[in-house]
């Protein structure tokens, strides 16, 4: 070894490379480190032969164990909903009232209906159930087609226009698009509708007009005194709840093109039983009838 391979300060052997007077030491990694990266590597190659890992064209290595991420968690899903079944039966023998009347079948209907209804409620409803335009809130006393236990889980069943056979029908008249009322009538029924709920209307505005215009069209499915007709899914026109707004302007748009939401029918998706700790869980937000 020369004296260019050698550092006599450190005497440790260099790797003969020398910058500045500076020489790099050839300091060999430790055993234990170098032992390590090996066995990461045969790790590294067990796992490729084991575990599934390579992706082919349409799918992939399955490995000798045949493992899946996605069937593990299948099977535990599977084995929570039998376990889940296995108690939800009981909701399945009993009524809808008996259930809201025993306090521990209540919380599990509610338990149930708590979580179905934040998978699949939630995104129209919120998750409270507070509602937003065009999609009722469910924690107050105005129920379009009726808020007791039965007719809750009636809807949610069939749905409202939403082509089961058994789906509520019914949907708000477009007066203007179909030439049924001219433009300064329906601003003047818009006018008298608001004046029904306390709001304040336009100026010079013609109530006895309004009045007749609203017999003529109206009453047939709010009633000769708006309070809405609950077989028809008419609301309440004398409260302070609206669906789409109560000022004149969406007013205008709402007697002039009309409304027509959809609520899904959710039989064809749900089991009975789930239905009916779902209809629990609503009727139980503070709004059932």
């Known amino acids: 070894m020369t004296d260019r391979d050698f550092d006599r300060i450190?005497?440790?052997?260099?790797?003969?490379?020398?910058?500045?007077?500076?020489?790099?030491?050839?300091?060999?990694?430790?055993?234990w480190w170098?032992?390590?990266?090996?066995?990461?590597?045969?790790?590294?190659?067990?796992?490729?032969?084991?575990?599934?890992?390579?992706?082919?064209?349409?799918?992939?290595?399955?490995?000798?164990?045949?493992?899946?991420?996605?069937?593990?968690?299948?099977?535990?899903?599977?084995?929570?909903?039998?376990?889940?079944g296995e108690k939800m039966a009981v909701l399945g023998k009993v009524s809808l009232t008996e259930i809201e009347t025993d306090p521990a079948l209540l919380a599990l209907g509610r338990a149930r209906g708590k979580t179905v209804f934040a998978d699949n409620c939630a995104p129209c409803?919120?998750?409270?159930?507070?509602?937003?335009?065009?999609?009722?809130n469910l924690n107050d006393d105005?129920?379009?087609?009726?808020?007791?236990?039965?007719?809750?889980?009636?809807?949610?069943?069939?749905?409202?226009?939403?082509?089961?056979?058994?789906?509520?029908?019914?949907q708000m008249l477009a007066f203007g698009r179909d030439g049924i009322l001219r433009k300064d009538e329906i601003a003047t029924v818009a006018n008298y509708v608001r004046s029904l709920s306390g709001l304040s209307t336009v100026a010079n505005f013609?109530?006895?007009?309004?009045?007749?215009?609203?017999?003529?069209?109206?009453?047939?499915?709010?009633?000769?005194?708006?309070?809405?007709?609950?077989?028809?899914?008419?609301?309440?026109?004398?409260?302070?709840?609206w669906l789409y707004g109560s000022d004149e302007e969406t007013l205008i748009e709402t007697i002039s093109y009309g409304r027509a939401g959809i609520m899904p029918a959710w039989s064809g998706r749900f089991d009975?039983?789930?239905?009916?700790?779902?209809?629990?869980?609503?009727?139980?937000?503070?709004?059932?009838?």
């Open 10 to 31: 450190s005497g440790r052997s260099t790797t003969g490379h020398e910058w500045d007077g500076i020489k790099e030491l050839n300091t060999p990694l430790p055993r």
């Open 34 to 84: 170098i032992s390590t990266f090996y066995a990461t590597i045969l790790w590294a190659i067990a796992y490729w032969v084991v575990y599934p890992a390579w992706p082919l064209l349409s799918s992939y290595t399955t490995g000798v164990f045949h493992y899946s991420a996605r069937a593990s968690v299948a099977n535990d899903l599977a084995g929570l909903e039998k376990l889940r």
């Open 125 to 136: 409803h919120g998750s409270g159930g507070a509602g937003a335009k065009g999609y009722p």
């Open 142 to 170: 105005d129920w379009l087609w009726g808020g007791s236990l039965d007719q809750i889980q009636q809807t949610i069943q069939f749905g409202a226009r939403s082509g089961h056979a058994q789906a509520h029908e019914g």
């Open 206 to 241: 013609d109530a006895a007009a309004g009045a007749r215009i609203f017999a003529d069209n109206c009453a047939a499915c709010h009633g000769e005194n708006a309070k809405g007709n609950q077989e028809l899914g008419a609301p309440n026109l004398t409260d302070h709840i």
């Open 272 to 289: 009975p039983i789930t239905i009916k700790a779902l209809a629990v869980y609503v009727h139980s937000l503070g709004g059932g009838q």
